[in-house]
């Protein structure tokens, strides 16, 4: 006989896959928008964070009544604090995703300098990290989540990459000094994309 719990446990993680597609959809834009130079598509990433932010709520809301009615024990409770966990790490990577906007925005005001290889690389793995992430955390692969931590150590070489070949590039023509930050700062926010998917890779080793 199914149990009530576990009907609401399976809401609670259809609702975190649904803002998970957001981060990915807004990371997606946020990274288009940059390196196809189309600076009307940051505009979305603003978009698709109001609705990262109304999930965050909603989610929240609904962990809260799901303690108050049902009272979680042992794996059930285990479970219950990783959603609350993840919620968190995928409204901090809507925010992330916003910096980026914000950021290339200002990027592309100014002639380009150097390319966005690196960053688009960076891009790339992180969004399959979130993939992964979620992934693993519906059906409980704690395989899978290990996975996650070898690809965070790819997306921050790529950051110390860009850090150590911007700071040089910067020493050899200091009038690019601010394009060189921008480019900085993106990578920068790529990294912690990836360590929040890290920190949903391992919320789902907890609960495995």
Same mark, same amino acid.
């Given at each position: ?38 600076v009307?598509? #940051? ?6 964070e109001?609705?990262? @932010?109304?999930?965050?709520?909603? =989610? ?5 009544g ?9 794996? $059930? ?9 993840? @919620? ?10 916003? @910096? ?12 380009? =300098?150097?390319? #966005?290889? /690196?960053?688009?690389?960076?891009? %790339? ?6 993939r992964?992430?979620?992934?693993? #955390? %519906?059906?409980? /692969?704690? %395989? ?7 690809? /965070?150590d790819?997306v ?5 990459? %860009? ?18 930050? $921008? ?12 360590d ?7 919320? =789902?080793? #907890?609960?495995?």
């Amino acid at each position: 006989m199914e149990r009530q719990v576990d009907n609401r446990i399976d809401e609670l993680k259809n609702l975190i896959l649904s803002m998970g597609g957001w981060v990915e959809k807004a990371l997606e834009e946020a990274i288009e928008a940059l390196t196809k130079q189309e600076v009307s598509r #940051f505009a979305k990433v603003h978009e698709i964070e109001v609705k990262i @932010n109304e999930d965050h709520i909603i =989610v929240d809301n609904a962990c809260v009544g799901f303690l108050a009615k049902q009272g979680p024990v042992a794996k $059930d409770l285990r479970l219950l604090i990783s959603i609350i966990k993840i @919620n968190a790490d995928l409204e901090r990577m809507g925010d992330q995703c916003v @910096n980026i906007a914000y950021t290339g925005k200002d990027l592309l005001s100014r002639p380009i =300098v150097g390319s #966005f290889d /690196d960053i688009q690389k960076m891009s %790339v793995i992180v969004r399959n990290m979130v993939r992964k992430a979620l992934d693993s #955390f %519906v059906k409980e /692969d704690e %395989v899978l989540a290990r996975e996650i931590l070898l690809l /965070d150590d790819e997306v921050d070489a790529l950051k110390s990459k %860009v850090f150590k070949e911007y700071t040089q590039h910067v020493k050899n023509h200091p009038m690019d000094v601010e394009s060189a930050l $921008d480019l900085i700062l993106i990578a920068r926010n790529l990294e912690r994309l990836g360590d929040h998917a890290t920190n949903i890779a391992e919320d =789902v080793i #907890f609960v495995s």
